[in-house]
């Protein structure tokens, strides 16, 4: 079987990076800068925020469902496209926002914008042209996701600080526009159908997937283990600032994604033929050992402890989904089970950050929020392995 140039697969994945580091930049970190500044610039409630947050990530999880049919109808570069400029089109509404009801809008375009860049589109970009080192493609492309909260995080905190969250919203938004639409135009084109030996293959509904153990099993645990990364996610800014400071809580999240390219590269290198599900339960314990330091923690040591925790395993909670279900799934189905899996990981984990808020305004504190992050990642565990 003919395969397309090692320089072009790994040409691909570089793209798939570079839409990574903005996606997430955005559609992913940007929520959690939101939060906290304009509740302390417009004082509007923690929880009104986070329902608004919820509402990005419910918005994107049924268009993701969607993607693998818009892929075949436009192709992979037009979507991402697309997604590029709704993505940072949302950025800038979301941080113009000068009355509540203009939230609705602004989610509406990043929610769109970040299923276009999200991890089933990153996987759509780089399966294809994969087979065997697919788990390396694969854990390449998603470090693009860590590398954007190493840049990210910091430069919303550092540039708001200096022209305030509008002018910041703006800036970053120009940057991916201008960095992603020529990439995704000109590089991000079909695959040779010689890489494929399924593309003859008819691939199986959405309804009998669905109901395959294997599906089961891998979306319950990796909804409730996003669930809680999501809810951490969005909040840790907020919890780590009162012990930290705003800068050195952005930091500390810079931090947890360098921990989480050193893992996530880490298992594309080492797990070989070795039990992905084992390797998902592994990871959900460790995630949940921080969990309850970021609780419970007080002072420099144990939070940051908690923070490397956290962070080493955050990464492979995206990768794994694609390496999974390469190994469970018939080849042609592979791009329906992501999409599927993601999206339903949305749908679950989009309330996250408005019940971590709640949890938040009516305990006066972050313990039982993140206490229930433990809980589900633990949970997780089990269910992931009981395959």
Not at 202 to 209: D, E, G, I
Request: aromatic share 10%; proline share 5%; net charge positive.
């Amino acid at each position: 079987m003919a395969t397309a140039p090692v320089s072009e697969s790994w040409k691909v994945v570089w793209i798939a990076f570079v839409v990574a580091v903005f996606g997430w930049g955005l559609g992913f970190y940007g929520p959690a800068v939101y939060l906290p500044t304009l509740h302390a610039t417009r004082g509007w409630p923690i929880a009104t925020l986070s329902m608004a947050i919820t509402a990005h990530y419910l918005l994107s999880a049924v268009l993701i469902a969607g993607l693998p049919d818009a892929y075949r109808r436009f192709g992979v570069g037009r979507v991402t496209i697309a997604g590029a400029m709704l993505a940072g089109s949302g950025a800038i509404v979301w941080a113009n926002a000068q009355e509540p009801w203009q939230l609705v809008p602004a989610l509406t375009l990043s929610g769109a914008g970040w299923a276009a860049t999200s991890g089933a589109a990153l996987n759509a970009m780089v399966a294809p042209w994969f087979d065997r080192d697919r788990r390396k493609a694969i854990s390449m492309a998603f470090n693009g996701a860590s590398v954007g909260g190493i840049v990210f995080a910091p430069l919303w905190i550092g540039l708001i600080s200096i022209i305030d969250l509008s002018w910041t919203a703006w800036a970053l938004a120009i940057a991916m526009m201008v960095v992603v639409c020529p990439l995704a135009h000109f590089h991000l084109k079909a695959p040779p159908v010689t890489t494929r030996a399924t593309s003859a293959m008819a691939p199986s509904s959405r309804a009998t997937l669905i109901h395959q153990w294997a599906f089961v099993t891998m979306s319950a645990a990796f909804a409730l283990g996003l669930f809680a990364q999501i809810g951490l996610f969005a909040h840790l800014i907020a919890r780590l600032a009162p012990d930290f400071g705003s800068g050195a809580a952005a930091a500390a999240i810079s931090g947890i994604t360098f921990c989480a390219i050193l893992g996530r590269t880490l298992l594309g290198w080492l797990l070989g033929q070795r039990d992905r599900r084992v390797a998902t339960a592994a990871s959900l314990a460790m995630q949940a050992m921080g969990s309850l330091l970021l609780a419970f923690g007080s002072g420099d040591a144990p939070l940051l402890l908690g923070c490397i925790l956290f962070g080493l395993r955050v990464g492979n909670l995206t990768s794994l989904p694609p390496l999974i279900a390469q190994r469970e799934f018939r080849s042609a189905d592979v791009g329906t089970v992501v999409a599927l899996v993601v999206a339903i990981n949305q749908a679950v984990f989009a309330f996250a950050p408005a019940i971590f808020g709640w949890l938040r305004d009516a305990t006066g504190s972050y313990i039982a929020a993140f206490c229930l992050a433990a809980a589900a990642q633990l949970a997780a565990a089990l269910i992931v392995v009981a395959s």
